[in-house]
Structure formats: C-alpha cells, structure tokens
C-alpha cells in the first residue's frame, strides 16, 4: 500500500489496461466516472493505432474490478457540425451529474485546435450531443450538479500567454452560452503546480464546501510531473475559493506512473464520493493504465482548509 499525503492507492492497481479491451486500442486512461443504479460506470479513453482517442465504457459492481464492453462508447462524429471538430478524435470525458441527467464534457480535437464538446445521456445507452461549448485551447471543463441563482455553473481552463493555464468559472442560462466568467485559481510559482493547473473531476458536495480534485504540473528537466491537488469551493458561490491545499494529494510513484505512454502522470476525470465519508478518485497513469485509490473525505476538506496555499 502507498500513502501519499492523504489519500491511498488501491494495491491491486492498475485496475483497467489495453488488454482488458475486446477491440484494438493502446492505451485506457483519464476517465470519466460515476455511480449509475448502483453500478460504477467508467467511461475511459484510448488511443487507437492511428494515435486519435475514442472513449469506452466500463462497469463494475464494487468500484475496483471492471468488464469492459464489447464495443465503444462513443466516437469521434461523423457527421454534422461535431464532425469537424472531432477530426482528431475524443478525449478526457468527464460525467456530471446534473438535474436528472448525466452532461458528459470531452476534449474535441481538429485541425482547429482543442475545444469542448457536451453530450447527455440517461441511461448510458443513448448519448445526445448538444453543442460544442468553448473555443480553442479552452478544456478540462466540469459542470456543477446544482444551480447558482438559476443558472449552471461550470469550472474551465482557457489558456493564453498572458494568463496562463489557469481555473476560471463560467456560467449559463441554458448549458449552450457560457460567459460572466472569471479566474479563480492560477498556478503558484516554484510550487508543485506552478507550470499549469486545470479542472479535474467534477466537484461534488461536502458539507463544508464543493470539493475539486485538480491536476497540476510541474516542469522538470526530464519533463513535465502531473500531479493532483484539492480546492474547496463556497457552497452557494463556487466561484469563491475557500482554501486549497498546499500539498498535493496523489503523485506518481507506481511503476506504471512513472513510466508509459507520457511518463510521470496522474490525471483525473473522476472522482464517487461514498456514503461512508470516503471518496473513490480515479486516475490515468502515465496515459497508459487506469487506476484507483480511497481518502478520507473529511481529510481532504481539512487539508484545504487547514494548510492551505493562495488561490491568485
Ligand atoms: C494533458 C492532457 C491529458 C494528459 C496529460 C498528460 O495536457 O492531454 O489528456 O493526460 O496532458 O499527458
């Protein structure tokens, strides 16, 4: 067992890799995931053989051991509008809650560049795209479960030079326009995420605030270190911060890491928090294998609030 800071990696890990798929893919990594009719469904992508992602999905009775499904989730359009802006494929989905329905975000890519697309889904059966709802270079997107003064909440992280890979907030009447938007979180400089931060799964309830696991990166000589973190947002203002922790939660240290595809990776897109106060948070590792691994929720909270590092 391995116990950095707070939370715990399962020991059996990697729970999910490319040889648990029944069709040809190279990697499973950054999934999406969520508790559907007391199931866990993982909505995983991989890289196919021409190095475009697709994503899969994945079920398991007990939150550690998956049966992947005959075929694919969901792949890059064919037609219409998403068509185009799916050219190079579908990435990183992320699985919110909301109202009585699952928004499903993922990373479209095109010769146009990166940019988000939202889907929805009830049944995990039938996915409905809605619309493309960022422009380029603007990803990592999460949904809040609930409204704010009757308007859906989301985190983002556009990039420029000037405002570098950063968490801003956004908001929206109808899920399709976005805007009133503004940045809340910037990497912190000579910190373990001081290169670039962005959202990771989407937050869910605490009783002292929305708690937000994040990645964020550090640039070394060998490479670039992703690593994950803890924010927690106002409960009834998720764009007010009310701490993040100083130190990050979970690092890459396993073999499978360490090394693989994009070595020195963990990333999440997904995080089920249990009704006995832990919280399972997923993650890619080296944008290879999937893993998993448990906290305290209570912990995580305490470290935001208790040692924590400044929001801007
Ligand atoms: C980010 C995204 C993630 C990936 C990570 C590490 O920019 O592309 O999908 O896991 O880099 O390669």
Not at 181 to 186: G, P
């Amino acid at each position: 067992m391995n116990i950095e800071n707070k939370s715990i990696k399962y020991e059996k890990n990697p729970i999910l890799t490319k040889n648990d798929v029944p069709y040809p893919v190279t990697t499973v990594h950054n999934a999406g995931m969520v508790k559907y009719n007391n199931r866990y469904i993982m909505l995983f992508r991989s890289h196919t053989h021409n190095g475009r992602s697709i994503i899969g999905r994945a079920d398991s009775s007990d939150g550690f051991s998956f049966i992947v499904h005959p075929e694919p989730f969901l792949m890059p359009a064919s037609d219409n509008v998403f068509a185009e802006y799916e050219e190079f494929g579908i990435e990183d989905l992320r699985i919110c809650p909301v109202e009585d329905k699952y928004l499903l975000t993922y990373s479209a890519y095109s010769r146009h560049g990166v940019r988000i697309a939202l889907a929805r889904t009830r049944d995990f059966e039938n996915v409905e795209r809605i619309a493309l709802i960022t422009q380029a270079d603007l990803r990592n997107v999460v949904i809040f479960p609930e409204k704010f003064d009757g308007r859906y909440a989301r985190l983002d992280r556009p990039h420029s030079e000037i405002s570098p890979w950063s968490i801003w907030v956004s908001y929206s009447p109808d899920l399709i326009h976005w805007g009133d938007s503004r940045v809340i979180m910037k990497p912190v400089s000579y910190h373990w995420d001081e290169m670039k931060i962005g959202p990771g799964a989407p937050p869910f309830k605490t009783n002292k605030g929305w708690l937000h696991i994040y990645h964020g990166v550090f640039k070394t000589m060998a490479g670039a270190v992703y690593r994950l973190g803890a924010a927690l947002h106002d409960l009834s203002d998720p764009g007010k911060i009310i701490g993040i922790a100083d130190k990050w939660i979970l690092q890459p240290d396993a073999p499978w890491e360490v090394s693989g595809y994009v070595p020195n990776v963990v990333f999440t897109c997904g995080a089920i928090p249990e009704d006995d106060g832990m919280v399972k948070i997923y993650w890619g590792g080296a944008d290879t294998v999937m893993c998993v691994g448990t906290a305290v929720i209570d912990d995580l909270v305490q470290l935001c609030l208790s040692d924590n590092r400044p929001p801007l």
